[in-house]
């Protein structure tokens, strides 16, 4: 880079560098903080955050900070989302393709050999509309079998939206044969593509609670639905997990969940289905719908009844995914503080070398009440230095410009003066 360049680079940048700086952590900045109750042994601890934390710090969780004795302890964000790790599906041959009128169609899945552990299968079909029982067996000689599940099911809606689940997880086992009965009763069987079968080992998530009631339900005549809307009280609890129960049976309803803060403005979450079915033919239920959520203080629950009665609403649960902050431990008191919007996400070394420390070791200690913190100072709004003294900046600005001419005029000259070469 040549002078010139560089000392306009250099002006440029003092105006500049004021914002890119980051400070310590400095107790008047943050608002809130819980105690973090003593523990005995263990050379790293964990901390579960509850939903003070949640409710009052920011959406990322970007403004966490540790302290012991005013020093900052660096900390690992944990995020027990689960997890499902898969393998390639096997080659298979699908034989004894059958169908008992006004029962079931049922076919066998030979995987060519004892020993292959298999707990996972995904039933390909092009039929549309339906709802069926599935039952799996297991065996190895083709003639007694093993019942793994009895009560699964698969479904396709394809009416003005489309939705569909064509697998079925049963117990981990090693049979060389898969049997496979898809009940229709008197409808019409549905049509069977070479199925896949796979194993997976599935981690499932770890829960917390972020509502539990009937929240406020009413019915929609206008979108033939009820709605139910759950008031989380403030804005920060991402759920991932919905649960309806109805004391009714017999009912098959799509269900479209969204999210406000202001009960006006509303965003798509996600979707799903809700059944119960207890009738002599099929029993089975499936109240459970995942979707994303943003931290919204409003969840609707928006249940579509078509020309259906409404169901009775008897309780709504909602799960989040739990988040714990892994951290070194010893002897004396820590303080989690939080609620600083403008707290920039820490680094630490803590990230790199956590893969060779073990987080089921470490002693969990319990985080207590949020309170204010006493030094906290509410920043005053006032417009920035360069706001308030515009004038600097053009003046700034007007000497660059002025100094880059007379480098590039006396460059000029220099260049005109120099007797060429030769």
């Known amino acids: 880079m040549k002078a010139r360049h560089r000392i306009v680079a250099a002006l440029i940048g003092c105006l500049c560098a004021g914002g890119l700086a980051r400070a310590d952590f400095q107790p008047r900045k943050w608002q809130y903080y819980s105690e973090i109750a003593p523990g005995r042994g263990g050379k790293y601890a964990q901390i579960i955050l509850n939903r003070d934390v949640y409710c009052r710090s920011k959406d990322d969780l970007a403004d966490l900070r540790i ?11 944990l995020v027990d989302a689960g997890s499902t790790g898969s393998q390639p599906a096997y080659p298979i041959k699908v034989i004894n393709k059958s169908i008992v009128p006004g029962k079931y169609s049922s076919f066998v899945v030979d995987l060519g050999k004892p020993g292959l552990l298999n707990n996972y299968i995904y039933i390909r079909t092009p039929s549309t509309n339906f709802t069926c029982k599935v039952e799996i067996e297991g065996g190895n000689d083709g003639v007694h079998w093993a019942i793994l599940r ?3 099911y698969i479904f ?27 009940w229709n009763f008197d409808e019409k069987p549905i049509v069977i593509d070479t199925p896949l079968i796979a194993f997976e080992k599935v981690e499932p998530a770890k829960e917390m609670t972020l509502f539990q009631g009937q929240g406020a339900v009413t019915q929609n ?14 804005h920060g609890l991402h759920g991932h997990r919905m649960v309806i129960a109805s004391r009714d049976t017999n009912y098959n309803r799509w269900v479209e969940i969204a999210g406000s803060d202001d009960q006006k403005t509303w965003n798509d979450l996600g979707s799903g289905q809700i059944l119960k079915y207890d009738t002599p033919k099929f029993k089975g239920a499936e109240s459970s719908i995942e979707y994303i959520s943003d931290g919204y203080r409003y969840i609707r ?14 309780k709504v649960t909602v799960y989040g995914i739990r988040h714990r902050l892994f951290f070194p431990h010893q002897a004396g008191n820590y303080r989690l503080y939080y609620g600083n919007p403008d707290a920039q996400a820490p680094t630490y070394d803590i990230e790199q070398t956590f893969k060779y420390l073990s987080s089921e070791s470490a002693v969990v200690l319990k985080l207590g009440a949020s309170a204010k913190n006493p030094d906290f100072v509410m920043p005053i709004a006032t417009k920035p230095w360069l706001e308030k003294n ?20 006396k460059s000029i000259i220099q260049t005109k003066s120099t007797p060429p070469s030769g």
């Not at 005549?221 to 403030?234: H, M, N, Q, R, W």
């Not at 629950?301 to 008897?314: G, H, K, L, T």
């Not at 515009?390 to 007379?406: F, Q």
């Open 67 to 77: 302290i012991q004795g005013g020093r900052e302890v660096p900390y690992k964000l």
């Open 150 to 152: 009895n009560d699964g």
């Open 156 to 182: 396709d809606f394809s009416r003005d939206y489309h939705a569909q689940s064509l697998s079925v997880r049963y117990p981990e086992n090693n049979y060389r044969y898969i049997r496979v009965k898809i």
């Open 221 to 234: 005549a206008e979108e033939k639905s009820t709605d139910i809307v759950l008031d989380f009280g403030c």
């Open 301 to 314: 629950a928006r249940i579509r009844n078509y020309d259906d009665q409404p169901i009775r609403i008897s």
């Open 390 to 409: 515009p004038w600097i900046l053009w003046v700034v600005l007007l000497l660059a410009v002025i100094l880059l001419g007379w480098l590039t005029v």
